[in-house]
């Protein structure tokens, strides 16, 4: 079966830019999440999709940053425009049952210079 | 909001010793799950805890589901170089719109020297 796949794995940027990450949760999994994990700290929910819809978008900075999930399947995250401290780590991760079993993608690393 | 505080965050042990690291918080959790990253990588569920008390084990690994609802430990019996990592734990209340929400530790990171 294959994993949470994300896309590009690293990405360098200057501040003020914009820029936009992918994810593909793995196949049949309804519930989608994006984290932001910060060098030094366990990660941060951002937003959880059920399929299409947005379940919980309260620690989003929505003044810059915005995420869909067209056709509930593959979705993504952008940035737009980039501070210094959104350098981090951000992760998608995907879960098909009730249990809260969360399987992560390895991660977009993204440096804001 | 909810915090976890992992101890000890970080760990430095020769190869075969035992280790122990915990987690607790401020709010109750009805799931626990622990999870390992390797540098470079998305955490990797290692152990899932559905139920106060509740005692499991995976390999060498075992972790405990605290009764109060506001802790847990994992526990690494005769660590080996590839237990070298971050240990998170992540809590969750499964229900309403909290589902599927985790809240993460800051980690514990583990060197094992050979």
């Known amino acids: 079966e294959a994993g949470v796949a994300q896309s590009p794995r690293y990405k360098i940027i200057e501040k003020r830019q914009s820029v936009a990450f992918w994810c593909n949760p793995i196949?049949?999994?309804?519930?989608l999440y994006w984290y932001q994990q910060i060098l030094g700290q366990g990660p941060k929910l951002l937003i959880q999709f059920q399929n299409n819809g947005v379940v919980d978008d309260s620690q989003l900075p929505k003044d810059r940053f915005s995420a869909e999930r067209l056709k509930g399947v593959d979705s993504t995250l952008k940035i737009q425009p980039a501070k210094l401290e959104d350098s981090a780590v951000y992760l998608c991760?995907?879960?098909?049952?009730?249990?809260?079993?969360?399987?992560f993608g390895a991660g977009t690393r993204l440096s804001v210079l | 909001g909810q915090q976890l505080n992992q101890s000890p965050q970080s760990m430095f042990i020769q190869e075969g010793e035992d280790v122990s690291m915990n987690c607790t918080s401020s709010s109750i959790f009805n799931t626990w799950l622990w999870y390992k990253q390797d540098p470079g990588e998305g955490p990797v569920l290692l152990i899932a805890?559905?139920?106060?008390?509740e005692l499991t084990s995976n390999g060498r690994l075992t972790a405990q589901f605290g009764i109060t609802r506001k802790d847990s430990f994992l526990n690494i019996s005769a660590s080996i170089p590839s237990d070298v990592g971050i240990y998170f734990c992540?809590?969750?209340?499964?229900?309403?719109?909290?589902?599927?929400?985790?809240?993460f530790g800051q980690g514990t990171i583990l060197t094992v020297h050979p």
């Open positions: 992540a809590g969750a209340n499964a229900g309403g719109t909290s589902y599927g929400k985790l809240t």
């Open positions: 805890l559905y139920k106060a008390g």
């Open positions: 991760a995907s879960s098909m049952d009730t249990l809260n079993i969360q399987y």
């Open positions: 196949s049949g999994h309804a519930t």
